[in-house]
Structure formats: structure tokens, C-alpha cells
């Protein structure tokens, strides 16, 4: 069916076949990247400005080109998502935890998990199954034994659940009526509008503006966690004083409207007993994928033929 045919250019709809797929697929490989890679791509996230740290790259190549990355980060210490998922890892039940428990939890998760914190694809090349096959080989490959995942974007785009991994039941956050209650009390823009609030903030008489700054200031950090633990903890208020307020604005945003969803992917790859990972090639097809279920080691002799 011919959609568009003019002087420019002509633009033809033909019939796909039920399974085809991207002639390109079996040319991309996934393998170990560095923050360069990340450089390259991270624009294209939502979420391009900070990661988390301990960070481990890999990148997804065709014809040695960079098209897409993803970042293992360290795991953070807490997370309402995993007390949900792993119950008898939420910390101080009926008040029993001593230091050495809590110790050693940290230690178990730092040694066995670890974060999916980031997955970009080049725009180029989405729409044709690439993400998620990219996703699950690289948590394969990470060696750790569990793999935890934070995605608000995974409510709308389910390449993460393809990639295998399962996730929570999503919930609202919990300073969505507070954070509501502040943006009214200041904007008549929606609290989502960014644009309009930066707008509005900077039409506001000088006394006005520096008030609701200050009032901004207050709440996120009453209400941030991270503002108060992990290296910030001893920095008190200092780090938020000093925030810019764009950042501000956006980070409770976040905090208001995000509600993203708890993953976790059990790495089959990894053996418990011995308490190892499974020594994986260091560049992996990437249709190495479809060899096997997602529950279920990669088949090295299907990779290996």
C-alpha cells in the first residue's frame, strides 16, 4: 500500500510476516563498556543526570558501533520494594536488629546483588526487541546472584518484565498527598509541568520567591532518605542549601509523583551452592536470548555452535 508517493519521496506500507525480525539482530553483541559509552548515550534517558555508584558498564554494539548501554550500580541499603519481595530482609522486625545483623545484611547484599540503575537504547534501534534481550544478558553476565531493578517507565513499557524480571505491585508514593498539598500552596501549574513552575517561580515578587525556595528546601529534604544517609548523612542540611533550584524542583517531583516499580531478577546463571557465577563469554550474541527461557542457563552449547 503506497502511503505517500510526491517528488520528496515515496513511502510504501508493505505486509510484515507474523514473526519477523530486524535483519540486523544477529550482527549485535553485548559485552563489558566503559563510562564513555554511558557519555555517548545517557542524553537519551529520562534519567541522565546522576547514577549511582560502583558503577559497571556494558554496552550493546553492531558492527563494533555503540547503539545502546546499561549500569550495574551497588545496591542501596534500603528499599520498601524489597522488604515487600524478601520479607525476612526487612530490617529491625519487632525491634530485634543489633548492629551485627544490620552488618551483615549490608554484606550479603553487597556481595550477592546488585542495581540494573540504567538502560538506554540508541533511538535508532527501538521497536525491534533489542532492550530487553540487551537487559537480561548483561544481568547474566553482571555475576551477581540477584539483580534489583527501579523503573517508573516499566508501568508503560514492558521490556523489563521480557528481560525476565518480576516486579512488585506498583504503589503510590508515599508524599504524593504531601507533596500535592505544597505544589497548591505555591503553583497554579500542574505539579508535573516543570516549565510552568520555573516560570512561575521566576515571575514571583523577590521576598515571595526566596520564601517558597526556602519552603521547597525544607520539605524535600524532610522528606529524602538518601539526603540522609549513605555519604550525605553528615552533611545535614549543607548539600540541599546549596541545590540548585531547577534540581530542586525536580527532585521532589520525583519524589512526589514517581512511583516506580520494584523488580528483581534471580540470576540463573549464578550457583548457589558454590556460591560463584557461571564463567560467561566476555561478548555474548545477542540472540544468544532466545536459545532459552529467562528462568534457565544461558545454553553455552547453543552460543559455542
Given amino acids: ?23 540486523l539482530l544477529p550482527r549485535i553483541y553485548v559485552e563489558r563498556g566503559t563510562k564513555a559509552d554511558w557519555d555517548l548515550l545517557h542524553e537519551l534517558h529520562y534519567k541522565a543526570t546522576n547514577l549511582g555508584i560502583g558503577e559497571r558498564y556494558f554496552r550493546c554494539v553492531l558492527d563494533g558501533e555503540t547503539i545502546g548501554v546499561g549500569v550495574m550500580t551497588v545496591p542501596k541499603m534500603l528499599l520498601s520494594g524489597r522488604n515487600e519481595a524478601m520479607k525476612h530482609m526487612r530490617p529491625n522486625q519487632s ?50 546472584r540477584q539483580i534489583e531493578f527501579q523503573s517508573s517507565m516499566s508501568k508503560f513499557n514492558p521490556f523489563a518484565a521480557k528481560a525476565g524480571i518480576k516486579f512488585t505491585r506498583p504503589k503510590r508514593s508515599a508524599n504524593y498527598e504531601k507533596g500535592l498539598a505544597l505544589f497548591r500552596r505555591w503553583f497554579e501549574a500542574m505539579p508535573s509541568d516543570y516549565t510552568a513552575i520555573m516560570a512561575e517561580l521566576d515571575a514571583m515578587p523577590e521576598a515571595v520567591r526566596e520564601k517558597c525556595i526556602a519552603e521547597l528546601r525544607k520539605s524535600y ?15 545535614g542540611t549543607k548539600r540541599v542549601d546549596g541545590m540548585a533550584v531547577g534540581y530542586l524542583v525536580k527532585s521532589i517531583q520525583q519524589l512526589t509523583l514517581a512511583s516506580p516499580l520494584y523488580g528483581l531478577y534471580v540470576n540463573p546463571d549464578y550457583d548457589v551452592a558454590k556460591r560463584a557465577a557461571t564463567d560467561l563469554p566476555a561478548r555474548i550474541p545477542l540472540l544468544a536470548f532466545d536459545n532459552q527461557p529467562t528462568d534457565q542457563p544461558l545454553r553455552l552449547d547453543l552460543l559455542n555452535a
Fill in 1 to 23: 500500500m503506497i502511503v505517500v508517493d510526491n517528488a520528496d519521496f515515496r513511502v510504501e506500507r508493505r505486509p510484515v510476516p507474523a514473526r519477523h525480525q530486524l535483519s
Fill in 95 to 144: 525491634g530485634r536488629d543489633t548492629r551485627l545483623m544490620n552488618t551483615h545484611r549490608a554484606k550479603w547484599l553487597n556481595a550477592t546483588s546488585c542495581t540494573n540503575s540504567r538502560v538506554v537504547l540508541d533511538t535508532m534501534f527501538r521497536g525491534a526487541g533489542i532492550a530487553y534481550r540487551m537487559q537480561n544478558l548483561m544481568m547474566r553476565m553482571s555475576g551477581c
Fill in 221 to 235: 529534604y524532610s522528606w529524602s532518605s538518601m539526603e540522609k544517609s549513605g555519604d550525605n548523612r553528615m552533611n
